[in-house]
């Protein structure tokens, strides 16, 4: 089986899903951002086109070739609105990049903010670094690069865990990071570079 020749990062969300991928060969980042607005129609209709626009959103920016997608994992103690709805989109998204042949993981948001923070110090070591930590993070380790928004930051950091799982890290290299990657119960058939078993 050919190894994945993408690393993507998906941190979902109904108004702003982070996207970023990570060419393993080339080291190429490229991001974007998929917003929707609610539905002017409460129905269940309008909210199934609202997740529909999403979905249509965040798969425009994927390869068509097998990639390694690592989502955010739902924040299970989370107290922003619409759970239902945002659920909604995390099993539609998820379920459709598998039925096309995608690895799937998932990071959980503490382990993302683990690996993002890299070697910087943080405020509150038992919570983990905060959105702003994050982002000033993986700014100033990646000028290049335009991550303002906190969702793209996540995107990224998630598409950098799968890079550097698969082998092709295009970040420093620590043992926080080392800790977060290994943390992730990553899909039994993604291969590496080398094409040999990474499970």
Known sequence: M???RYSVGLDLSLTGTGVAVIGLETGQVRLGLVETKPAPD???SGTLDRLHTALEGIVAHIPITRCLIVVEAPSLGSRNGKAHERAGLWWRTVAYLHSR????????PRTRAKYAAGHQPVKNTRKGPD????VAALAAEHPHLTLGNDNVADGFALACMGARHLGSPIDSSTRQRAEAVAAVRWPHRTTNPEG???S
Do not use: F, M
Not at 101 to 108: E, F, L, R
Not at 131 to 134: A, L, N, Q, S
């Open 2 to 4: 050919t190894a994945p």
């Open 42 to 44: 409460p129905s269940l």
């Open 101 to 108: 042949g995608h690895d799937v993981a998932q990071a959980y």
């Open 131 to 134: 959105k702003r930590e994050v």
């Open 196 to 198: 040999t078993p990474t």
